[in-house]
């Protein structure tokens, strides 16, 4: 397992948009757990393949405490919603940075396994805002673009000034 590197807000690679994954082979559950070791090194509870780098519909969520209850959604697409809840979000690509997101509170969501294998799940709570906040990801959006345009601009400067000075 090899730890990737998370790009950070505002690099523009953040805003390009995933491609479906077609392969489901040993190279696939490798990403995984490369992106698995790199999500729980930095004290994630998700993480988009996008945001290392890799353009595809790959991502992994583990909400428990004791991160070992890992899941994988590739190709995933949200199918249906409702409620709304408003929560605060973080996230890797803009660490130390947290701000009141509105999501859907209930979400259906279809997606592949690591075999390619089909489901449809549905999720609520901190489980459906991650999942929304990583398939973002897969579609070129970071949580910071819900805000205000004022919001954004500071966290722009902010980023580009703590990764400037590294």
Not at 1 to 6: D, R, W
Not at 11 to 26: E, I, T, Y
Not at 110 to 127: A, P, R, S, W
């Amino acid at each position: 397992m090899a730890l990737l590197e998370i790009l950070h807000f505002p690099d523009p690679r953040l805003h390009l948009k995933a491609h479906l994954v077609k392969s489901f082979d040993k190279e696939l559950k490798k990403l995984v757990d490369d992106m698995a070791q790199t999500m729980y090194q930095n004290d994630g509870i998700g993480l988009a393949a996008t945001q290392v780098n890799i353009q595809k519909r790959l991502i992994i969520i583990d909400v428990s405490k004791s991160n070992d209850q890992l899941l994988v959604f590739v190709n995933p697409e949200v199918v249906s919603r409702s409620g709304e809840v408003i929560g605060e979000e973080g996230c890797l690509s803009v660490p130390g940075v947290y701000d009141s997101v509105t999501r859907s509170e209930n979400i259906s969501v279809k997606f592949q396994d690591l075999e390619g294998n089909i489901y449809t799940k549905d999720y609520t709570g901190l489980m459906s805002v991650c999942v929304q906040h990583e398939i973002d990801h897969l579609d070129g959006k970071v949580f910071v673009e819900y805000l205000s345009s004022l919001k954004q601009n500071f966290i722009k400067k902010k980023m580009k000034k703590i990764f400037k000075s590294q």
